[in-house]
Nanobody, 123 residues
């Protein structure tokens, strides 16, 4: 049972990246999946999530309108499309699993975490 984030890299401000969260060992459609990030010297923060109920999506105010979360249950993948990237988006991004069926933003509500992928936004 695991999740693995990938797709990070170096991108210029204003650019785009798509992160993937590959899941295995559980039935993806039954779980809410969240993306979190941790910038250097800062606490980990919630970014977005997609709930198992009706694929309800929720976003942190800092990324709303720029990031889009989606899922492909058949492929066991969750994606985070990141557009109009800013230097302050630089962080290690993690995907995680929650057994709650609604959108949840608190880290304690997530029970399984993948290793992160580094996103660096710099010119």
């Amino acid at each position: 049972v695991q999740l693995q984030a990938s797709g990070g890299g170096l991108v210029q401000p204003g650019g785009s990246l798509r992160l993937s969260c590959t899941t295995s060992g559980f039935t993806l459609k039954q779980y809410t999946i969240g993306w979190f990030r941790q910038a250097p010297g800062k606490a980990r923060e919630w970014v977005a999530c997609i709930a198992s109920n009706y694929d309800e999506q929720a976003y942190a105010d800092s990324v709303k309108g720029r990031f889009t979360i989606s899922r492909d249950n058949a492929e066991n993948e969750v994606y985070l499309q990141m557009d109009s990237l800013k230097p302050e988006d630089t962080a290690v991004y993690y995907c995680s699993r929650s057994q709650y069926t609604i959108a949840v933003v608190t880290q304690d509500m997530y029970d399984l975490w993948g290793q992160g992928t580094l996103v660096t936004v710099s010119s």
